[in-house]
């Protein structure tokens, strides 16, 4: 199935608007796709040094922030957004 992945602000800047990937349903898998064609700095902005998603980036997925409601899973079609820490003065 085909998922688009969205990137703001500074990922933008690095990682362009957004890539669409394959991926087998889960969105761990197709933010390791798109890290495939991104490469490994893509994989240190979104997961940490364990493994699981960094805590200073916030992933949506259709406008649901995943820390909130541990999606998951994933549809055809899905839109999946990624943004950076946000600072401010």
């Known amino acids: 199935m085909k998922v688009r992945i969205e990137f703001f602000a500074t990922l933008r800047e690095?990682?362009?608007k957004s890539i669409e990937v394959e991926c087998n349903g889960k969105l761990r898998d197709a933010l390791i796709s798109a890290a495939r064609v991104l490469g490994d700095d893509f994989l240190r902005e979104v997961f940490d040094e364990t493994g699981k998603f960094r805590d200073d980036r916030m992933i949506t997925v259709n406008g649901r922030n995943i820390k909130d409601e541990m999606?998951?899973?994933?549809?055809?079609?899905?839109?999946?957004?990624?943004?950076?820490?946000?600072?401010?003065g």
């Open 14 to 16: 690095k990682f362009g």
């Open 71 to 88: 999606i998951e899973d994933l549809k055809e079609g899905d839109r999946i957004a990624i943004f950076p820490p946000v600072a401010g």
